[in-house]
């Protein structure tokens, strides 16, 4: 990653505004693995959908609240095998004042670290009202670092300092809490750029989440984000007021016969571990 100012201009110079437009939804390229279950699933899909007493599917919707938010919440852009891609990421209160929270999918995939990683905080519409931040540095839990196991899709980056001040410093951070009870209301925030969104702004979707039924050990929730906003925080005790909130997951994946539903990891023990490697980085 950009270790040095030299490294750092390089990579700011990379990301033009139509580099920026251009970057493919990372989910347009990340297929998760699946296992010999998976036949099973697809045979009987017409089984496996949720049980109806659960809320009608949650359209995303802009995010017009304002609040802390709106800058804590932002873009993500790499290089992914010679291909320009973008997520979604957050900036959380940490010991370094620099640490992003992200997808796993979204630093590192096919035994690969994404290159000239950078987090746009408060993008809106081609805007970058707090700067483009470089990475020092990205990690993902063990698990996925390892292998990719889709139930520990976490990533972090640590980024530079931009015109000598710290990334919380200039955006403030959210709250990050782990290994919390299941099945709690929470708000789901990202950028989704394929159709029917194009990445122009934040976008969220809130209920209750469910167990996934299915192949994962995640978290589930009513939510039609699409392609670019893996990697968007999901919180705990949001105010909607305030637009603060405690982050205790990401957007990670979603099935493809469950459209309306995406899937987040839970934050336990090893979430815990990369996040504390992280903010002391």
Known sequence: QAADDAEQQRVLRFWTPERMRSAVPMEKLFKPKRDSRWKQVRRGQAQVLPPTTLSIPNGGSPWTGGGQVTQTAGRVFFTYQGRTASCSGNAVTSANKSTVITAGHCVKLDGAWHTNWVFVPGYDNGERPYGTWTASKTLATPQWTASEDINYDVGAAVVNELDGRKLVDVVGGQGIAFNQPRRQNMYAFGYP????????????????????????????????????SSGGPWFLNFNESTGTGIQNSVNSFKYNFLPNYMFGPYFGTDAQNLYNTAQSS
Request: hydrophobic share 30%; charged share 15%.
């Open 193 to 228: 750029a394929a159709s029917p969104y194009d990445g122009s702004r934040l976008i969220y979707c809130s209920g209750q989440t469910i167990d996934d039924f299915l192949l994962s050990n995640d978290h589930g929730l009513n939510c039609d984000m699409t392609g670019g």
